[in-house]
């Protein structure tokens, strides 16, 4: 078998895979191929960039990205550093969830006869990014699709924290503000499993005080800055981790909850129990209810509000 199929080194260089050389003979076959690539870059650290990424990148006709400026700054890195010279002629094209809708409402087929690539500013896309209309775009006209693995926030705060856990949940961003917000932690604090939160530095601070009001006794885990210099890791309840970063938020945050016993179904929330004019300890009875929690410890962390 030849030793490109497997993907072996030749000549310094890795050959070509058995998809990528059936690709080039269907184009020569039919005279053009549909494909788009979603490719993941580094969260912090450029050195975990794929071999298979940088080499979509530097085949690359037409460049989708959610900030130009960014993609552009990371081929610049990566002639720098790599063995990389791209495409004479690259088109890139802003492609950020403001205006993901309209360009797809004005997208034909035909754009794809070309070697297209999707990237975000860091990570995965589709993930808290956009990317994911695009994926539905393909499948919807027979636009053959491919997304690379690599750096992922989500999964690498997942097994950093610790969590003995083999399932999760995944919410990203928060809404920033309102009942569905409150409504949206609530679902996060008791869905029974690990869940994972993104949080921007502007209101870190604030999720930690709710999370605290809350369920003060939860074990939570924080990553900052994953992969980058200053990484850190933050075990420890809301309000221990509070103290720890003693008004420090500055940095990308990933918040890991441990998991809980699964809330039952209800409409109401912790908040709605406490504002009614009742004794604590029947508030505490109802809120145990609903959360699963252990109605005296649910006593006593009331005692503390």
Request: charged share 25%; aromatic share 8%; proline share 4%.
């Amino acid at each position: 078998m030849p030793p490109f199929l497997h993907g072996k080194r030749e000549n310094g260089r890795y050959c070509r895979t058995y998809r990528q050389v059936q690709k080039t003979l269907q184009h020569e076959l039919r005279g053009t191929t549909s494909l788009l690539q979603l490719l993941p870059t580094p969260i912090g650290n450029i050195g975990d960039i794929s071999l298979r990424v940088i080499e979509a990148l530097k085949e690359a006709d037409t460049l989708l990205c959610e900030d130009t400026r960014v993609s552009k700054k990371l081929l610049h890195i990566l002639q720098e550093r790599y063995d990389f010279t791209p495409k004479e002629s690259q088109t890139f094209i802003s492609l950020h969830s403001h205006n993901e809708k309209e360009f797809i409402e004005k997208l034909d087929p035909s754009f794809f006869e070309q070697n297209v690539v999707y990237v975000s500013d860091a990570g995965m896309p589709g993930v808290s990014d956009p990317g994911q209309a695009l994926v539905r775009y393909c499948i919807e006209h027979a636009i053959e699709y491919d997304v690379f693995p690599g750096a992922n926030a989500l999964l690498t705060a997942f097994v950093a924290s610790g969590f003995v856990e083999t399932q999760m949940l995944f919410f990203g961003f928060l809404d920033h503000k309102g009942a569905s917000r409150e409504a949206g932690l609530q679902k996060a604090l008791y869905s029974g499993y690990t869940t994972i939160l993104y949080e921007s530095p502007h209101r870190l601070e604030k999720l930690l005080l709710e999370i605290d009001k809350a369920e003060a006794t939860r074990e939570i885990f924080l990553a900052k800055e994953l992969t980058k210099k200053f990484q850190r890791y933050l075990h420890g309840t809301a309000q221990e981790i509070l103290k720890k970063l003693d008004g420090n938020y500055k940095g990308e945050w990933v918040v890991v909850l441990k998991a809980s016993e699964a809330q039952n179904e209800s409409a109401v929330s912790q908040n709605d129990i406490l504002e009614l004019d009742l004794p604590k300890k029947v508030q505490a009875k109802l809120i145990a209810k609903i959360t699963g929690e252990n109605p005296k410890a649910c006593y006593q962390r009331l005692l503390s509000l």
